[in-house]
């Protein structure tokens, strides 16, 4: 069925390491418009907030462990969390060292807020990582490039009807994720950027 597929593809291209990898780019990208600032920040927050967890999840995956990498079974997604929560930790530890720009430090660190909540959720009941990075995101690009950015906004609506669409998640999963992907990024990430 059309929909079906249409929802598949918006499953994986608004994956959550896909749009954390993107991000970490653009906001790093962005950050050296200031003078003497390399562009490329975003490579090391990317490899932290999202290769290495993506990694070790693939590899679950290949031996098994994991049915898939989007961990549909709620109980398989606390260790991938925790994985991703210290690749995190690791990887703002390394970028503040080594002098990386405010906003690339920013939102490295939203996006632990972010992990660390969905971890904590995760015990109870199956929110939305598709959704919350989603909706995250969008937020994250309004901070950074104002209210243009709110164009995103469909995306994320998108991102959220075909995890619907797919019975990975109910609409309150994807709305509750959404709700606090949001919230955290327009909170967290504009506070840490100041």
């Known amino acids: ?24 780019l653009v906001v790093g990208w962005h950050a050296g418009d200031a003078p003497g600032v390399s562009r490329w920040w975003g490579l090391p927050g990317a490899l932290f907030a999202a290769g290495i967890p993506l990694a070790y999840v693939l590899r679950g995956v290949r031996q098994g462990r994991l049915t898939s990498h989007h961990i549909p079974e709620r109980e398989h997604r606390l260790v991938p969390l925790l994985i991703g929560i210290a690749s995190v930790a690791a990887g703002l530890v390394a970028l503040i060292v080594l002098g990386a720009p405010r906003d690339v430090v920013a939102l490295l660190a939203a996006g632990g807020a972010g992990l660390v909540v969905f971890t904590a959720v995760t015990h109870w009941w199956k929110m939305s990582i598709h959704a919350g990075v989603a909706a995250g995101t969008a937020a994250t690009l309004t901070a950074v490039y104002g209210p243009a950015a709110l164009l995103s906004v469909p995306f994320v609506l998108l991102a959220c009807w075909a995890r619907v669409r797919l019975s990975a998640h109910t609409i309150a999963q994807v709305v509750a994720g959404a709700a606090v992907g949001a919230a955290i990024a327009g909170t967290v990430f504009p506070a840490l950027r100041q």
């Not at 069925?1 to 970490?24: K, Q, T």
């Open 1 to 24: 069925m059309r929909a079906d597929r249409a929802a598949r593809i918006a499953s994986e291209v608004f994956a959550p390491a896909v749009l954390v990898a993107v991000l970490m």
